[in-house]
């Protein structure tokens, strides 16, 4: 088992999905002038979201499924952004750049985790919205359980002060760093160009601006034996970066989209597939809103409680969990 690829996620499956209007702003990734009836599109982003929770299902990870049938959070689908949860029986709960993001927060998932999950302690940084201080989980961090670093791309999303704070709370080591695109737009998020797992590291370099700063997270990275997957700025446009691992029932799968997948070369596959499964799944309504994959999965990395305490009526196996 790694402490890095989590063997249980929680997903969002929401039925009132649109690209999220307030996120345009700052997100490059996201698609504009979309003409689809937004009907269709939440019909899609339903069935791309059921099919991604099946696809981790019979690799053999353990995906509770909430449903969300609020038409006010257009961008529920991504609940790492929100919730994060760490060894020990930490859970921390973000605050939202965006305002109508901020009501995707949700206690009946908290307390679901309690009930299935050891649970010591929820620390809420939402408290910061207020003084306009945001850091959006996991989205903005791109965290290294393993060395216990955080990795992060300065935006309007991530404050080095919320950052600060997060890391002396939970030990890690904060690695912050500016990165822009091609066009010299800040990345909005740093998962969607980077990712780290066990054994690798995939990252677009040429996207941090500083070589020093640059060289220091590739010298980072390679200190604990990862190789380093270089990913091009049109790799990271096809969402290469915005991937996950996790453990399956017969090791490490590699979990991206079907339109990332396709964007990597031979060699980089190679690299990955010393270590991992790669599995695949296409999410192309899901990405008009500017995450992928990884944006969809907010791993758990709780220890389970026994079945044995499990309370009556909530069934032992916790295998796929449906709540409204």
């Known amino acids: 088992m790694s402490v890095q690829a989590?063997?249980?996620?929680?997903?969002?499956?929401?039925?009132?999905?649109?690209p999220n209007p307030e996120t345009a702003a700052d997100n490059a990734f996201q698609a504009t002038g979309?003409?689809?009836?937004?009907?269709?599109?939440a019909a899609a982003a339903y069935e791309?979201?059921?099919s991604l929770a099946q696809a981790l299902e019979a690799a053999g990870v353990v995906v509770h499924l909430f449903e969300d049938q609020d038409h006010t959070r257009p961008d529920s689908v991504f609940p790492n952004n929100w919730l994060s949860t760490h060894s020990g029986g930490h859970v921390a709960v973000f605050p939202m750049y965006v305002p109508n993001r901020r009501r995707e927060r949700r206690s009946d998932i908290v307390e679901f985790l309690k009930s299935r999950y050891r649970?010591?302690?929820?620390?809420?940084?939402?408290?910061?919205?207020?003084?306009g201080v945001f850091l959006?989980?996991?989205g903005a961090m791109v965290l290294d359980h393993q060395d216990r670093v955080a990795y992060v791309a300065r935006s309007h999303r991530a404050d080095p002060v919320a950052l600060e704070r997060f890391c002396t709370n939970f030990g890690y080591e904060p690695m912050l760093f500016d990165a822009t695109d091609p066009d010299g737009t800040a990345i909005y998020h740093t998962n969607v160009m980077m990712c780290v797992a066990t054994d690798f590291a995939m990252v677009g370099l040429d996207l941090i601006r500083s070589e020093v700063r640059r060289q220091q997270v590739v010298e980072r990275?390679?200190?604990?034996?990862?190789?380093?997957?270089?990913l091009t700025p049109h790799q990271i446009k096809e969402f290469a970066g915005n991937a996950i691992e996790l453990q399956g029932r017969d090791g490490l799968v590699l979990v991206l989209s079907g339109r990332a997948y396709r964007s990597?070369?031979?060699?980089?596959?190679?690299?990955?597939?010393?270590s991992?499964?790669?599995?695949?799944?296409d999410v192309p309504t899901i990405e008009l809103a500017g995450g992928s994959v990884r944006c969809m999965i907010a791993g758990i990395h709780l220890s389970r409680r026994e079945a044995l305490e499990y309370p009556l009526g909530q069934g032992l196996s916790g295998r796929l969990a449906q709540l409204v």
Request: one cysteine or more; a negative charge; proline letters at 6%.
């Open 264 to 274: 990597l070369t031979g060699d980089q596959k190679d690299v990955i597939q010393r």
């Open 48 to 50: 791309e979201v059921t």
């Open 276 to 281: 991992c499964t790669m599995l695949p799944v």
């Open 136 to 138: 959006e989980g996991t």
């Open 6 to 18: 989590p063997s249980s996620v929680i997903l969002i499956r929401p039925h009132r999905f649109i």
């Open 119 to 131: 649970v010591q302690d929820v620390i809420d940084y939402s408290g910061l919205e207020p003084d």
């Open 221 to 230: 990275l390679a200190s604990s034996g990862r190789a380093v997957v270089d």
């Open 34 to 41: 979309e003409h689809l009836h937004t009907d269709m599109l």
